[in-house]
């Protein structure tokens, strides 16, 4: 059982930048492709990015350039750098584990984090 742990959530202004971590609590974690999700108020969660066990990415249209995501296998960790902050971007950001990127992309998650909220104030 793989548990994920995110941190680095806050409120920033517009155009600030933000990074969020996630903790896994397994080796095994190393295997799994991750990813991060978000979820707006009366919206339906969304990838935005997701990486695979060897480090192949791949991003939402929407974040292509402003958003990075990388993972320390050391660590257990994967974080997802954000720039250029918007308006938009305020939402609950999970972190999610699944056995391959495709199914990260395709939103079959096998594990979640419990999320943590992101506010982008204007």
């Known amino acids: 059982q793989v548990q994920l742990v995110e941190s680095g959530g806050g409120v920033v202004q517009a155009g600030g930048s933000l990074r969020l971590s996630c903790a896994a609590t397994?080796?095994?974690?190393?295997?799994?492709?991750m990813g991060w999700f978000r979820q707006a108020p009366g919206k339906e969660r969304e990838l935005v990015a997701a990486?695979?066990?060897?480090?192949?990415?791949y991003y939402a249209d929407s974040e292509k350039g402003r958003f990075a995501i990388s993972r320390d296998n050391a660590k257990n960790a994967v974080c997802l750098q954000m720039n250029n902050l918007k308006p938009e971007d305020t939402a609950v950001y999970y972190c999610?584990?699944?056995?391959?990127?495709?199914?990260?992309?395709?939103?079959?998650?096998?594990?979640w984090g419990q999320g943590t909220q992101v506010t982008v104030s204007s």
């Open positions: 397994e080796r095994t974690f190393r295997g799994y492709a």
């Open positions: 999610a584990a699944s056995v391959l990127l495709q199914m990260v992309v395709s939103g079959r998650i096998n594990y």
């Open positions: 990486i695979s066990s060897g480090g192949s990415t």
